[in-house]
């Protein structure tokens, strides 16, 4: 059985090993380790996440073939913007951005 050169190739052989065990270290190691004690208290109180934040789903089951199958559809609802709102961006979109003055020059008598 003829197998190509590279993959003979040892250093293909280590370089896939070594990103299989960076990866392994990053997600399953590192990925699990609590550091909200390194963190400044302000901030790990803040990325605390709780419940009534999270968003909930709209869970809706439909028959499709012919009543044979199931179909199940998770949303999440959204805030709609009004009419006002858009009416608002639309014209902080349009307004010119401020420039700076120019600068008086040095020769000025």
Not at 11 to 40: E, H, K, M, Q
């Amino acid at each position: 059985m003829h197998v190509p050169a590279i993959l003979r190739s040892t250093r293909l052989w280590g370089i896939t090993g070594l990103s299989l065990v960076a990866y392994i270290l990053v997600v399953d190691v590192f990925g699990n380790v609590d550091i909200s004690g390194l963190l400044p208290v302000k901030l790990a109180t803040s990325i605390q996440m709780h419940w009534p934040d999270l968003p909930f789903f709209s869970v809706q089951k439909k028959t499709s073939n012919g009543g044979k199958t199931q179909e199940v559809f998770y949303t999440v609802p959204t805030r709609q913007l009004t009419a006002r709102e858009i009416a608002q961006l639309e014209a902080a979109r349009k307004q010119p951005k401020p420039t700076a003055p120019p600068k008086p020059s040095a020769a000025a008598p």
